[in-house]
């Protein structure tokens, strides 16, 4: 991941790879149930996209969480049950 990264475009992509991963999704799953393509789901997750906000919505939505959730930072020790 780039460490340059806008904090919330890094907070966008981390969010969203730890969800992602707690709900034991591949990239790949994700992307069908978005209906994106896995490499764009993987160049979000590297903060290498600068996504629009339906399809923020549409990430949250599959991830069965709120727009607000895969924007907030949350320190390590403070990210909250799925």
Request: net charge positive; aromatic share 4%; with cysteine.
């Amino acid at each position: 991941m780039n460490k340059n990264l806008p904090p919330l475009q890094k907070t966008l992509s981390q969010n969203l790879r730890r969800q992602r991963r707690g709900m034991g999704l591949s990239q790949e799953e994700l992307a069908h149930r978005c209906g994106l393509h896995r490499t764009y789901i993987g160049s979000v997750e590297r903060g290498e996209r600068n996504i629009t906000l339906n399809t923020l919505e549409t990430l949250a939505t599959a991830l069965k969480t709120s727009v607000v959730h895969l924007l907030t930072f949350y320190e390590p020790q403070q990210m909250p049950e799925k």
